[in-house]
């Protein structure tokens, strides 16, 4: 089965040989991949043994950072390589000082795997949520080397836990643990004879955590704001904006900010605020921030901060593409709208049933639950409070985490 697994990654590989050619996504993920081994080698001498942790892109980078300073803090000495699977991640992060390696992960196949081993030679390694590469898994298992799953999500429906999917189960069995989100997850697991599972939470909250106890100003969303309301709409895609254009046509009072998930369909999104006085990030100089209706965010890596001044957040991706990371914004304590499509997201699931989210269809509906808080603020206060209050239970994940790997393993 791992011999078929290999040629279905070559197959893969080659179709993003042939999407390359229409997708610069693609042509990154071939051309990032070129001399890795070489520049692997180069890097590595034998006797570093890092902790190699893996990410598929950015979102789970950023579950693995809160991780990353643990270690970093108690271990000083350890070095730590991120690979990531995806452009998003590593185009985005591959400069980023925290961890001592960054690289992209060669393709999944027998020989690459086994090829990666040999150079880089891991003390340990940590896959984050669901990055599942068998050849990857089986070299750590017959290297002895232990490997772990953190903020690990399953749902019923995944291949694992069908008949069909025996083989890939026991795959997973080779890992040394499993820190999940929920008990869910825990039992799913159990079902498919996988006993070194634990629910420790979702390492993000501590992200998001941490990110908002600083403190910090943004004087551009001050100019913007001034004393109107604000609503942050963030990772944004064609049907959310469409839908935010409707809605600020019949809100009175507040502003705008959109962050698209692809700065590259700043075009399309300007297009469609195209009826408002609305300016880029990028072009602010010299322009009357106070007079502009919509701020469209055209650079990377400020969302997260700007939702610190939203009133009301909107989060992208729920009509389509999938829901974005909503705990950024959840960890200001303000309400949450997102689209229909949410139901593989826990955090979105919990909070909507917590009624500190809303998932809306149409700016109607969005419409008809902000004119309710205008007109009852403790209302308004009562969700914010859900939201504040969810992200705070759920901290923690980290320390217990990194308690569980590092400080077991060597006691």
């Known amino acids: 089965m791992l011999v078929l697994f290999s040629i279905g990654i070559i197959l893969y590989s080659f179709g993003i040989v042939i999407a390359s050619i229409f997708s610069k996504k693609a042509r990154l993920w071939i051309r990032g991949r070129k001399g890795v081994f070489e520049d692997l080698s180069n890097t590595f001498q034998g006797d570093e043994h890092p902790v190699w942790i ?54 999944d196949t027998m020989r690459n795997a086994r090829r990666f081993m040999q150079i880089v030679q891991p003390s340990m390694a940590i896959f984050i949520k669901y990055e599942f590469w068998f050849n990857y898994m089986a070299q750590l ?67 998001v955590h941490a990110i908002a106890s600083q403190p910090y100003s943004l004087e551009f969303v001050e100019q913007f704001k001034q004393d109107r309301k604000l609503i942050v709409a963030g990772s944004t895609w064609g049907p959310d904006e469409a839908l935010l254009a409707h809605l ?13 998930h692809e700065i590259s369909r700043k075009p399309e999104v300007m297009k469609t605020f195209g009826d408002f006085k609305t300016v880029c990030y990028t072009e602010i100089e010299g322009n009357s921030l106070a007079a502009m209706d919509v ?25 389509k ?15 949450l709208f997102f689209g229909p499509i949410y139901s593989h997201f826990n ?20 419409l008809e639950i902000i004119r309710r808080f205008e007109e009852d603020r403790a209302y308004y206060e009562e969700t914010c409070a859900i939201c504040r209050q969810y992200v705070q239970n759920n901290i923690g994940a980290c320390d217990l985490i990194y308690e569980r790997i590092f400080t077991t393993k060597t006691s």
């Open 54 to 107: 893996h990410s598929a892109s950015l979102g789970e980078y950023e579950q693995a950072r809160p991780l990353i300073e643990k270690i970093k803090q108690q271990q000083p000495e350890t070095k730590i390589l991120v690979t990531f699977f995806s452009p998003s991640g590593y185009e985005v992060r591959k400069n980023d000082t925290l961890p001592d390696y960054i690289f992209y992960l060669p393709a």
């Open 295 to 319: 701020l469209v965010v055209d650079t990377i890596g400020m969302l997260s901060k700007i939702y610190k001044y939203s009133d009301i957040s909107y989060v992208g991706g729920a009509f």
């Open 141 to 207: 298992s017959e290297r002895g080397i232990p490997f772990y799953y953190v903020s690990a999500i399953f749902r019923p429906g995944q291949y694992f836990f069908r008949p069909q999917g025996k083989w890939a189960a026991r795959q997973l069995g080779r890992a040394s643990g499993f820190f999940v989100q929920n008990e869910e997850s825990r039992q799913l697991l159990k079902s498919i004879d996988i006993h070194q599972a634990e629910v420790c939470g979702d390492t993000r909250f501590d992200r």
């Open 248 to 260: 600020l046509t019949h809100l009175q009072g507040y502003k705008l900010i959109v962050a698209p």
């Open 321 to 335: 593409t999938g829901l974005h990371n909503i705990l950024e914004a959840a960890v200001f304590g303000v309400p």
């Open 347 to 366: 955090e979105a699931v919990m909070l909507v049933r917590q009624k500190g989210a809303f998932s809306v269809r149409s700016y109607k509906e969005m």
